[in-house]
């Protein structure tokens, strides 16, 4: 494969950049994804039936905490990708390792909240504003998860074969995909965290 | 977990039990088969593993054609059903199943796969790439599809098919009024095969965006490449809608959420809003590359380049447009109210008119053609009238009050088949007797594909015209069975009939596809119909590597002008090729994807978490692959040109 070296390493071959086109392409069909569910949440937002509802149940610190993690990981991911265009292979893995460290400390607090809510008695059965606060969340969730795994699985990679045009692919790849976790955690914040508390 | 065997037994029917020992004894005869041949190596080796988009599009086509006819067998048993009144053939349970897996075989697994797979064979070629942008996932998307359409089909003799119709509304499919397993297939088998559907909508957004040969700039793209890009955009912004709605229906019938139920505040509306703004694009689909295919017969057999090909453009991409905005045309009855009613009702007439566009500049390219009358050509000129019918009576129903009338009643299953026969069923067709001489390089008795042409066109009408009449004298769709004082009778007789007759046709194209198979000259000049588009500008069948020399693009219907404008197409030397390496991971994960579907669908918790971890492995095991492909040689491709007969140098 030739690499074209005036271009950044991950755009550096024809494949390399479809890829990245292609991802941004499959980030439409993710936007279109989370848009159905926002519209979900939405139309079934004030469907408590006899169940609480969101200012009975939500607390705002928890929810600060994660915004604060999720935030700082969408910022030291970039920084990985800036370490990554100048070969600093050590300060790219510890960036890479703090993002996912954030991501799973985002995690833990998620799955605690979500034990909260079932301890209160508020299960995905209980309401249809409940099943749809669990799923949105719970999908944001998931792909927070898969991330933490394919973030894990590039990390070997590249401690295994270094940084190559293969490689910073893959990473800058998937920084776009942890940033996209981002800004759909902004419209999760504002709009069922703060207006649910109001 | 409760292991209860009794859930996966389907009851009573000597039809299902019929089905289970037919499905038994072709298993083992092909098992046999592979075995006494020695062939199991080469299946693995050519084709399960394969990554190339022309096999990957063969293997479409045949699961396409397979499903036809399953999908086929379903509407006869109906049509023989409700032939006569009182008829004792299905009971009502079996028919509701028989409808449902009908029209979603005839949706989901027949049409589109079948377009997704002439796609597959052609758009590479028609912009000069040596393949599609990601050619492993494109392994992925056929098998998730193939694997997703296998669990549906099995759910007839393990567990029960879904019975709720294909637009499964809610509360009836909900696990209150639908208690069997076969609405959980539902959302399962679709959600692994649209996953696939997902993929090839990106795969080929980024193919044929990035992939074209120099020179081709969009507006000298052929009109099939054209109507394929916009319909994998459709995907793209469609079928996420579909993942949620099948994922929300999975919750609430697997995990007990309140999404559609009536009580604890769910909503049964919200079902048929996400399942129609999915549902309708998914029409445009299939009848946008059907209308791709039509421009490429109809301007290569009057030997004209299309008229008002930057119209047919545009008129595309209104029509696609428009597609989101419709979908509430399904449920006027419904009680959304005047204002939401007139709204959807005028958009949904609104896609007449860049139709419109598009029947006439058909007719403006056959006039003054040398027209010669093919067997694809055939099925094109018919498309035009009949589509025309489906297209009237499509408006009819697209007036909100109007509908009142016609709602739920046989007039709408005319006038929907009346589209989607000519507009997807046809169009596949004649692509298929046109483009299949590209791939296996001989072309189908004319003969034979005129007499299949009769017997498919005429019955066609016989089938589908009374129930035109029927809906306007009141029978509803979806009704197993009534008395003989309706007066129904005579016109389904009529109707089963025409359906008969289209079942003469399927099978005179099948054995038209044998005879020609062993009797047909083969063709060496690779352009059998003297074609316009660059696909006709290799050999037939194809090499491996599509071109051995990228052609350099100069003009709309390149090909074309290198016939007769003697315009060069390829200018450069012949050097080596470079080739994705087969893989048999796509497999693997279909195979995994069919497990975690089935245990789902039967609630087997453990086994299904075995299986999800399984695709984490197998995904984990592609991202880790670093097989990069391998060089075909510069003078092991002049060797394979010089046996092919070498038109390209
Ligand atoms: C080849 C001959 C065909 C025949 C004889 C046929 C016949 C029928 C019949 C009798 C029904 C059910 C009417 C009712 O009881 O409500 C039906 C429904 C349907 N058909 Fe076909 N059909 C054929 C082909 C197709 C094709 C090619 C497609 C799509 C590409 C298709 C799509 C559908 C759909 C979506 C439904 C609605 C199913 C539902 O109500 O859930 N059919 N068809
Ligand atoms: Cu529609």
Redesign the pocket.
Same mark, same amino acid.
Request: net charge positive; hydrophobic share 60%; aromatic share 18%.
């Given at each position: 494969m030739k690499v074209d070296t005036s271009k950044p390493l991950e755009y550096g071959t024809h494949e390399n950049s479809n890829r990245i086109f292609g991802f941004w392409v499959f980030l439409g069909a993710e936007i279109a994804l989370f848009a159905t569910l926002f519209t979900v949440f939405f139309v079934l937002a004030n469907r408590f039936a006899d169940g609480p509802s969101g200012s009975e149940l939500f607390e705002i610190g928890p929810v600060l905490i994660e915004t604060f993690l999720l935030l700082t990981s969408s910022f030291t991911i970039g920084l990985a990708v800036h370490a990554m265009r100048h070969q600093y292979k050590r300060a790219m893995l510890v960036f890479f390792g703090i993002t996912l460290l954030m991501g799973l400390g985002f995690l833990g607090i998620e799955i605690t909240e979500f034990v909260t809510y079932v301890h209160e008695g508020a299960t995905l059965q209980t309401s249809a504003f409940l099943s749809s606060l669990f799923v949105l969340l719970g999908t944001h969730g998931a792909h927070v998860t898969f991330g933490f795994l394919w973030g894990a699985a590039i990390m070997i990679q590249l401690m295994r074969r270094g940084i190559n045009p293969a490689t910073a692919n893959k990473s800058f790849i998937f920084s776009l995909y942890w940033h996209f976790l981002d800004v759909v955690w902004i419209f999760i914040f504002s709009f069922v965290y703060l207006k649910g508390l109001m | 977990m409760n292991f209860d065997l009794e859930k996966f037994k389907v009851h009573g029917e000597p039809l299902i039990y019929g089905a289970m020992i037919s499905i038994a004894l072709a298993s083992i005869g092909i098992v046999v088969g592979l075995t006494v041949f020695r062939k199991w190596g080469w299946l693995w080796r050519e084709w399960l593993t394969t990554v190339d988009h022309k096999r990957i599009g063969v293997m479409y086509i045949l699961a396409a054609l397979l499903m036809?006819f399953r =999908?086929?067998i379903d509407?006869?048993m /109906?049509?023989l059903q409700?032939a006569a009144p009182d008829m004792k053939f299905l009971d009502a349970q079996h028919?509701n199943e028989v409808?449902?897996t009908? =029209?979603?075989i005839?949706?989901l697994f /027949?049409?589109m796969p079948f377009i997704i797979g002439l796609m597959n064979v052609v758009v590479p070629l028609q912009i000069g790439a040596r393949d599609v942008a990601f050619p492993r996932l494109n392994a992925v998307s056929f098998w998730l599809f193939f694997f997703g359409a296998m669990l549906l089909n099995i759910s007839f003799v393990i567990g029960g098919s879904p019975d709720a119709?294909?637009?499964a509304y809610f509360p009836l499919a909900s696990l209150e009024f639908s208690p069997t397993v076969g609405n959980n297939y539902y959302s399962l088998a679709l959600q692994i095969s649209g996953i696939g559907t997902l993929i090839t909508g990106v795969n080929f957004i980024v193919t044929i965006l990035k992939m074209r040969a120099p020179g081709m700039k969009l507006m000298r793209m052929p009109m099939f490449t054209w109507s394929v890009l916009i319909t994998n955009v459709i995907i793209v912004f469609a079928f996420p809608v579909l993942t949620v709605a099948l994922a929300l229906m999975m919750f609430d019938r697997l995990f007990g959420s309140q999404f559609f139920t009536m009580a604890n505040g769910g909503m049964d509306m919200l079902w048929a809003n996400l399942f129609w703004v999915w549902g309708h694009p998914e029409v445009y689909i299939?009848i946008l590359p059907a209308f791709g295919i039509y421009s490429e017969i109809i301007a290569t057999f009057s030997k004209k380049n299309l008229y008002g090909y930057t119209s047919m453009v545009a008129s595309m991409l209104i029509i696609s447009l428009l597609s989101f905005v419709v979908w509430a045309h399904h449920f006027y009855t419904m009680g959304q109210g005047v204002m939401v009613n007139s709204f959807f009702s005028i958009s949904t007439m609104a896609i007449a008119v860049p139709t419109g566009v598009k029947i006439f500049n058909w007719l403006f390219t056959l006039r003054k053609g040398r027209i010669s009358f093919t067997t694809p050509m055939l099925y094109s000129l018919a498309f035009i009238p009949i589509f025309t019918i489906g297209g009237v009576t499509g408006v009819m129903l697209a007036m909100a009050s109007a509908d009142y009338q016609y709602h739920n009643t046989?007039f709408l299953?005319a006038h929907?088949?009346y589209v989607?026969?000519p507009g997807?069923?046809f169009a596949v067709i004649a692509g298929f007797h046109y483009w299949f001489p590209k791939v296996f390089g001989f072309r189908l008795n004319e003969r034979l594909g005129k007499h299949a042409f009769w017997w498919i066109i005429i019955s066609?009408n016989v089938?589908?015209f009374p129930l035109f009449i029927l809906g306007l004298m009141g029978m509803?769709?979806?009704?197993?069975t009534y008395s003989a004082e309706t007066g129904f009778g005579p016109l389904n007789m009529i109707?089963f009939a025409?359906?008969l007759g289209?079942?003469i046709g399927?099978a005179i194209l099948v054995y038209n596809i044998y005879w020609s198979t062993r009797y047909m000259p083969r063709d060496k000049t690779g352009d059998p119909w003297d074609a316009r588009t660059l696909e006709w500008a290799t050999h037939s069948p194809i090499p491996e590597y599509n071109f051995a020399v990228v052609p350099n693009v100069k003009s709309l219907d390149a090909f074309w002008a290198m016939k007769y404008d003697k315009q060069p197409l390829f200018e450069d030397q012949i050097t080596k090729i470079h080739m994705p390496s087969n893989t048999g991971k796509p497999f693997v994960l279909g195979v995994v994807f069919f497990f975690l579907g089935f245990f789902l669908v039967f609630s087997m918790w453990i086994p299904a978490i075995v299986a999800g971890i399984g695709v984490l492995i197998v995904l984990a095991a592609m991202s880790f692959d670093r097989d990069h492909g391998f060089y075909i040689p510069a003078d092991k491709v002049i060797k394979t040109e010089k046996k092919l007969g070498g038109g390209t140098l």
């Open positions: - | 036809l =999908g086929g509407a006869l /109906m049509r409700t028919y409808f449902t009908h =029209g979603l005839m949706i /027949m049409a119709g294909w637009s299939v046989m299953v929907f088949h989607l026969i997807a069923v066609f089938a589908f509803t769709r979806r009704m197993y109707s025409g359906a289209l079942a399927f």
